[in-house]
């Protein structure tokens, strides 16, 4: 295989375990919380997301 198609593949695969990742930490960090700790939380989620990306 090409090695270029490899690393596009890794990075597209790494992608989207970061976001399923992301969803499934907000889907069950939201299910206890009151309307108005949501705000925090999914800020808090942000972060963790930016972190694990490289951004931070």
């Not at 597209?12 to 939201?30: D, E, H, M, Q």
């Not at 206890?32 to 972060?47: F, H, I, K, N």
């Amino acid at each position: 295989m090409n090695p270029l198609l490899i690393a596009v593949l890794c990075g597209v695969v790494i992608l989207l375990i970061i976001a399923w990742t992301a969803i499934v930490i907000a889907r069950y960090a939201l299910d206890g919380t009151d309307s108005e700790d949501r705000a925090r939380v999914l800020t808090a989620l942000a972060e963790v997301v930016r972190a694990l990306r490289g951004k931070r």
